[in-house]
């Protein structure tokens, strides 16, 4: 039991740090435009928005869409509650919750693997699917109706959750496509942003970066006291990671690929759930551990590449 409770927070607070790598690395770029005033407020506030708001809030609200009949408040109070009546109503609406979440992170992989420039950690695979870019939506398509065609045939609303899933995910692509142009011309100066919209700009970044954890998180465990320990660990982190040496960080040119796998295994894994498939609950984690370690440990056998990304050989 306690192996397990370690091994669960461990891999959320992993999770959680490798898959929001970018969020520290915009992070850092958008406060060296910043003053010393700002920085120290984003930094300090900050801390307490990423962490007890946001990662707070979001998996709360999840329990309360997933689960209606709780209430608002009756939903926050489940989360930590002991009552077995409420465990089997949160999991009896799991499986919309899992597909919902499954799908969202199987299509920010396929993103990832199509279309966003990289440092090939597989050369012949990414560097094949990096060339086939065009399939990125004819692939995501088919997948979605194939996922809503097996889950009608169980419940209308199990087909709605990998609907809302897509959904959300063409949601927060938008955010991010828009927050990378500001980001360049932030870094370029071209940007007329005051310093306290520039503080507005990353705790938007952060709520956009935090649903990929969040939802992640689900399929480590259904414990919400479990998710906010470690997504709270992994946010620390980043904040960290944000005002240590971020050229370090991105000399780590292969922890993206990592988490990118990773969320590619558990979406598969949340999908699989939602139709019933028996899953270890060790499986996630240790997964997690397993590929962000394998990258991890790649990354340092490497040597920085000077040419642009696309054409980096695998190491």
Same mark, same amino acid.
């Given at each position: 039991?306690?192996?397990?409770?370690?091994?669960? @927070? %461990?891999?959320? $607070? =992993?999770?959680?740090?490798?898959?929001?790598?970018?969020? !520290? *690395? /915009?992070?850092?770029?958008?406060?060296?435009?910043?003053?010393?005033?700002?920085?120290?407020?984003?930094?300090?506030?900050?801390?307490?928005?990423?962490?007890?708001?946001?990662?707070?809030?979001?998996?709360?609200?999840?329990?309360?869409?997933?689960?209606?009949?709780?209430?608002?408040?009756?939903?926050?109070?489940?989360?930590?509650?002991?009552?077995?009546?409420?465990?089997?109503?949160?999991?009896?609406?799991?499986?919309?919750?899992?597909?919902?979440?499954?799908?969202?992170?199987?299509?920010?992989?396929?993103?990832?693997?199509?279309?966003?420039?990289?440092?090939?950690?597989?050369?012949?695979?990414?560097?094949?699917?990096?060339?086939?870019?065009?399939?990125?939506?004819?692939?995501?398509?088919?997948?979605?109706?194939? @996922? %809503?065609?097996? $889950? =009608?045939?169980?419940?209308?609303?199990?087909?709605?959750? !990998? *609907? /809302?899933?897509?959904?959300?995910?063409?949601?927060?692509?938008?955010?991010?496509?828009?927050?990378?142009?500001?980001?360049?011309?932030?870094?370029?100066?071209?940007?007329?942003?005051?310093?306290?919209?520039?503080?507005?700009?990353?705790?938007?970044?952060?709520?956009?970066?935090?649903?990929?954890?969040?939802?992640?998180?689900?399929?480590?465990?259904?414990?919400?006291?479990?998710?906010?320990?470690?997504?709270?660990?992994?946010?620390?982190?980043?904040?960290?990671?944000?005002?240590?040496?971020?050229?370090?960080?991105?000399?780590?040119?292969?922890?993206?690929?990592?988490?990118?796998?990773?969320?590619?295994?558990?979406?598969?894994?949340?999908?699989?759930?939602?139709?019933?498939?028996?899953?270890?609950?060790?499986?996630?984690?240790?997964?997690?551990?397993?590929?962000?370690?394998?990258?991890?440990?790649?990354?340092?056998?490497?040597?920085?590449?000077?040419?642009?990304?696309?054409?980096?050989?695998?190491?």
């Amino acid at each position: 039991m306690f192996f397990s409770f370690i091994l669960t @927070v %461990v891999g959320l $607070a =992993l999770f959680e740090t490798v898959s929001s790598i970018d969020n !520290a *690395v /915009i992070n850092a770029e958008v406060l060296s435009t910043m003053g010393k005033k700002a920085k120290r407020f984003f930094l300090t506030w900050g801390i307490f928005l990423a962490v007890f708001v946001v990662r707070g809030l979001l998996p709360w609200l999840i329990v309360w869409a997933t689960v209606p009949e709780l209430g608002f408040i009756g939903s926050f109070t489940a989360t930590f509650s002991n009552d077995p009546s409420v465990a089997h109503a949160i999991e009896r609406s799991a499986p919309v919750l899992l597909i919902g979440g499954g799908i969202f992170l199987l299509f920010l992989f396929f993103h990832w693997l199509f279309l966003e420039q990289k440092h090939f950690g597989w050369n012949g695979m990414e560097s094949f699917f990096i060339r086939q870019g065009a399939w990125f939506y004819a692939t995501i398509s088919v997948l979605l109706s194939v @996922v %809503v065609w097996h $889950a =009608l045939k169980r419940s209308p609303m199990l087909g709605f959750g !990998a *609907v /809302i899933g897509s959904t959300a995910f063409f949601i927060t692509h938008g955010f991010r496509q828009h927050a990378e142009a500001v980001e360049h011309q932030m870094a370029g100066g071209n940007s007329k942003l005051s310093d306290l919209s520039k503080v507005f700009f990353l705790e938007i970044i952060d709520l956009s970066f935090s649903i990929d954890g969040v939802l992640g998180a689900f399929a480590f465990t259904l414990s919400v006291p479990l998710i906010l320990l470690g997504n709270g660990i992994g946010a620390i982190i980043v904040r960290q990671l944000t005002v240590a040496n971020v050229d370090r960080v991105k000399g780590y040119i292969y922890l993206k690929n990592g988490a990118m796998y990773s969320i590619a295994i558990l979406g598969a894994v949340m999908i699989a759930d939602a139709f019933g498939a028996e899953i270890p609950q060790w499986f996630s984690p240790l997964s997690t551990v397993a590929v962000v370690g394998y990258f991890f440990w790649k990354s340092l056998r490497s040597v920085p590449p000077m040419a642009p990304k696309h054409a980096c050989p695998e190491a």
